[in-house]
């Protein structure tokens, strides 16, 4: 196996190329470019032939394999439900998926590529509990339009699946692990997730992402975007620098953020009142800012941990921005 795994941001292209050595899996490169079309999903034909340029300088630079890519779509392009339905066969539910997919997917049924994945089932003579199926729900054009970028590009995709079900793998957890949550911060979006035993219980992406905090920075210091950028990453929440006022301008955006995992914690344990969330992990970029971790587990009061995608591979693994990967390392470890 010799695979290439992207992650298409709208800030930039994370891309980890992986391959099997001596029965482990080793990072051959890792790369990451600024996305100069500014969208992860083009939605016009001069954008697309830009992406799929860019996509192929990425691959040609790099000297990069073109036999197994795997891409990430992002959770903004996606419905994601988890629901409830009485106990059915395979062949029940395959035939009762599509009434379902109507109820909680806000896609038409003519323009839906739907997948679902059972992810409890009771025993056959309990009637009373529910069966839990995940839906994933994108429209066709995006998937066409994805498939098509990387086919000007000399390239057929193996799989496509979301960045949720690709971060969980990254990650790790096992079935005995406590209640646990995830937030992706991307550049526009915090895409937040929780895990029960191993299963995927609740999905919710928010429009406020990391972009958010580098103009809260650009416009308390009045400084170029760029500069704003490199600010946010290089101080965070660290109150020393510049009378501390990188710290003041993150500070209201990043409690908002909070806040919005608290209100996910909260809406799982109604859902599972003998159940809480005990742990939280932070994803993406933006989660690497200094003191974020500690400033959030200080409002959440739970154990909160930055992702480590690359703990158990060899190879040549990153310094630095590690978290900013984990997408790409779910992708690289699905076993076909």
């Known amino acids: 196996?010799?695979?290439?795994?992207?992650?298409?941001?709208?800030?930039?292209?994370?891309?980890?190329?992986?391959?099997?050595?001596?029965?482990?899996?080793?990072?051959?490169?890792?790369?990451?470019?600024?996305?100069?079309?500014?969208?992860?999903?083009?939605?016009?034909?001069?954008?697309?032939?830009?992406?799929?340029?860019?996509?192929?300088?990425?691959?040609?630079?790099?000297?990069?394999p073109k036999e197994d890519v795997r891409l990430a779509l992002p959770e903004s392009a996606v419905s994601t439900k988890v629901i409830q339905v009485p106990l059915l066969t395979d062949a029940e539910l395959a035939s009762a998926i599509g009434w379902q997919a109507e109820q909680f997917i806000p896609i038409p049924k003519d323009e839906l590529a739907l997948e679902y994945q059972v992810l409890f089932r009771p025993e056959k003579n309990d009637r009373e509990t529910p069966m839990r199926v995940l839906l994933i729900g994108v429209k066709k054009t995006i998937v066409e339009d994805l498939m098509g970028i990387f086919s000007s590009s000399g390239m057929?995709?193996?799989?496509?699946?979301?960045?949720?079900?690709?971060?969980?793998?990254?990650?790790?957890?096992?079935?005995?692990?406590?209640?646990?949550?995830?937030?992706?911060?991307?550049?526009?979006?915090?895409?937040?997730?929780?895990?029960?035993?191993?299963?995927?219980?609740?999905?919710?992406?928010?429009?406020?992402?990391?972009?958010?905090?580098t103009r809260a920075v650009e416009n308390m210091l009045t400084l170029p975007i760029q500069q704003a950028e490199e600010y946010k990453r290089t101080y965070g929440l660290d109150q020393q620098y510049f009378q501390g006022k990188v710290q003041a301008a993150l500070l209201p955006v990043i409690k908002s953020m909070v806040e919005q995992i608290q209100k996910a914690m909260q809406y799982y344990t109604t859902q599972f009142p003998q159940e809480a969330v005990q742990r939280v992990y932070l994803s993406g970029g933006s989660a690497q800012l200094p003191g974020f971790v500690s400033y959030a587990a200080s409002l959440l009061g739970v154990e909160v941990q930055l992702v480590t995608p690359f703990s158990n591979v060899t190879g040549n693994i990153p310094e630095a921005n590690q978290a900013a990967y984990s997408v790409c390392m779910g992708l690289v470890e699905r076993q076909e």
């Open 156 to 213: 057929e995709p193996t799989f496509i699946e979301t960045q949720t079900i690709a971060l969980w793998r990254s990650i790790h957890t096992a079935e005995n692990d406590p209640v646990s949550l995830v937030a992706h911060m991307g550049l526009s979006t915090l895409d937040i997730s929780i895990e029960r035993a191993g299963e995927l219980a609740f999905i919710f992406s928010h429009p406020q992402g990391g972009m958010l905090l």
């Open 1 to 64: 196996m010799n695979c290439v795994a992207l992650d298409i941001g709208t800030y930039s292209i994370k891309v980890v190329n992986a391959r099997v050595k001596n029965k482990k899996l080793e990072i051959v490169r890792v790369v990451e470019v600024p996305n100069t079309v500014g969208m992860s999903i083009p939605n016009d034909e001069i954008s697309k032939e830009k992406l799929s340029q860019l996509i192929q300088a990425v691959f040609t630079d790099n000297s990069l």
